[in-house]
């Protein structure tokens, strides 16, 4: 017998492992914050998971797809500064940076995401790269 497989730690680098952090979100549990949303939607990046794109994106501003490139490697997420967006807010915004790779090289893309909160649940609104 070999060792046991260890979990698999969570893309978005809360450092918890993806079935305790992202994982429920991903499977459709609501997320508690804006922030928390925001971390679910890069590991669904990460993970290419374009159900949950789509379904945490708010109804007015969705696309009909998202294009998701197997060519860009995520690798690295850093929430650089949150406002609203608790639990008890219906509005949030969230700035991060997520570093990538492709074959082009490294590259950062900087958001300041807007969320909003319907029905108990966080959804993405839009967002501004920088």
């Known amino acids: 017998m070999g060792a046991p497989a260890r979990p698999e730690r969570c893309p978005c680098g809360s450092g918890d492992v993806l079935e305790a952090c992202c994982g429920p979100i991903l499977a459709g549990r609501p997320a508690p914050t804006a922030e928390r949303l925001m971390r679910s939607r890069y590991t669904a ?7 949950h794109l789509l379904g945490s994106w708010h109804a007015s501003t969705r696309p009909d797809r998202v294009e998701i490139d197997p060519e860009l490697r995520w690798l690295r997420l850093d929430v650089l500064a949150r406002e609203g967006g608790g639990p008890f807010d219906s509005t949030g915004t969230v700035l991060f940076e997520a570093i990538h790779r492709d074959a082009g090289g490294r590259g950062v893309l900087r958001e300041l995401s807007r969320f909003v909160r319907e029905d108990g649940r966080w959804y993405y609104v839009d967002g501004v790269v920088s």
């Open 45 to 51: 990046f990460a993970l290419g998971d374009e159900a």
